[in-house]
């Protein structure tokens, strides 16, 4: 039996390789570990073009919110790589429609990975375009009462109703500290101190089972909704006689609190509503809103018909059923 001699094939000279003093066997195995070599030289050379192009994929990001100005404390969420990590951001941020109005134009949950500088362009131009500061600032003025089970899809629900005002009206109405709350069945499930008093102007009628109220000294408009066991939702209920319930009470709001911001007076307690109010008189539905002897509070009457003339004008359908009032609240608002 022939014994080969043991080689040290990593020490082995390359000019013994080259002089042919190795068997095939050391020749072959000498051969891998230099393949080795240029293979780990050519990962290692990958990993850095990689960092590199991550890099400067990140750069372009920055070099894109550096060309919009991005501002670093009032878009710090901006300030990401990933889609993954900006969706986490941008949740955290926004809620309600505002995060719905994203995701629908963007479609940020599908993707992965870095963001590209036409996304991130699309993404500043949305978070400053009015629409969605517009809803943004629904987000914040709509709240739940935190004694009800109200989920996110109610929220919404009203948060569309008011999203039918204009933009100018909605940002007036919350820098004047406007806020919208919702309960559960009536307003007093909410409001706990009006439980056995009587409505103003109503003085037969208690709060309990009132769907909605608006105008508070507090700034508060409070909608009360109603679960629907057969649909398992919530929806806003039917007990009323406004052709929009969420805006009728806005409305009160709107009348007492930009009425006194811009004038120091409850709009429709002014001489130029009543004008307005007086010219529409016959076409107005009965004593609701024309108001009858037995009113103890003379203006009760103008402020449903102001109310309810504020949603009519911005609700979906365009009804025009009293147009003297409807101009008057359009020259107000658009």
């Known amino acids: 039996m022939i014994k080969f001699p043991k080689f040290n094939i990593i020490h082995t000279t390359s000019s013994a390789l080259s002089n042919g003093d190795l068997t ?12 080795s070599k240029k293979t780990s030289k050519y990962k290692t050379f990958n990993k850095v073009n990689k960092n590199k192009e991550r890099r400067e ?18 878009e710090k969420f901006l300030f990401c790589s990933t889609y993954e990590r900006l969706v986490k951001n941008i949740r955290h941020k926004f809620d309600g429609l505002a995060w719905d109005y994203i995701n629908q134009n963007l479609c940020f949950e599908n993707k992965s990975g870095v963001i590209s500088s036409d996304d991130m362009i699309k993404l500043i131009k949305i978070v400053r375009s009015t629409e969605f500061t517009k809803l943004n600032v629904l987000s914040k003025m709509v709240t739940v009462n935190k004694t009800s089970n109200i989920d996110e899809h109610a929220r919404k629900l009203v948060m569309k109703e008011l999203d039918k005002l204009p933009s100018s009206l909605i940002f007036e109405a919350y820098n004047k500290g406007m806020t919208v709350v919702i309960t559960h069945d ?7 101190d009006l439980l056995d008093e009587s409505v103003p102007g109503w003085e037969k009628e208690s709060w309990e089972g009132i769907p909605g109220a608006g105008g508070f000294e507090n700034k508060e408009t409070v909608i009360a909704l109603k679960f629907n066991p057969n649909r398992k939702c919530w929806e806003i209920p039917n007990n009323h006689g406004s052709c929009n319930l969420i805006l009728h009470e806005f409305g009160h709001s ?10 120091g007076m409850v709009t429709s307690e002014t001489k130029s509503f009543y004008k307005a109010w007086y010219a529409d008189f016959n076409l107005l539905d009965g004593d609701y809103y024309q108001g009858n002897e037995s009113d103890v509070d003379f203006y ?3 402020s449903e018909s102001y109310a309810e003339a504020f949603a009519l004008t911005f609700n979906d359908k365009n009804e025009i059923k009293w147009p003297h009032i409807q101009k008057y609240i359009k020259g107000q608002f658009i």
């Open 254 to 263: 709107i009348d007492k609190v930009l009425g006194v911001a811009r004038t």
């Open 24 to 35: 095939f066997a050391q020749k072959i195995a000498r051969i891998k570990v230099e393949q």
């Open 57 to 74: 994929e990140k750069l372009a990001l920055v070099n894109t919110l550096i060309a919009y100005n991005a501002n670093y404390y009032g």
């Open 186 to 192: 009536d307003v007093t499930t909410y409001r706990t």
């Open 300 to 302: 009760r009457p103008l």
